[in-house]
């Protein structure tokens, strides 16, 4: 490939990247979901659904995040390859 299409392929990983992190947010390594407890009672369905939910923002926030650097690498290797 040559150097712009690899600066191309950079800028848009980049963008894509910082949508996600802006609709989803950073991945933070602190979880909100509490500590773990034996109940008698059933799990109500909500919690299950906001576990998901959170697990879904998770996993977007890392790929967006993945994204950005991935992007700037493009964007190094299409400087690299250029000179």
């Not at 947010?25 to 034996?38: E, I, K, N, Q």
């Not at 659904?49 to 967006?64: F, H, S």
Request: avoid cysteine.
């Amino acid at each position: 490939m040559t150097s712009v299409a690899w600066n191309i392929l950079g800028l848009l990983a980049n963008l894509v990247g910082v949508i996600l992190l802006f609709l989803f947010g950073m991945p933070f390594r602190v979880r909100t979901r509490g500590y773990r407890l034996l109940t008698s009672q059933p799990v109500e369905s909500e919690k299950r659904r906001l576990a998901g939910l959170e697990l879904t923002y998770d996993a977007a926030g890392w790929l967006g995040l993945a994204l950005i650097v991935l992007g700037t690498a493009m964007q190094i290797l299409a400087t690299v390859t250029h000179g």
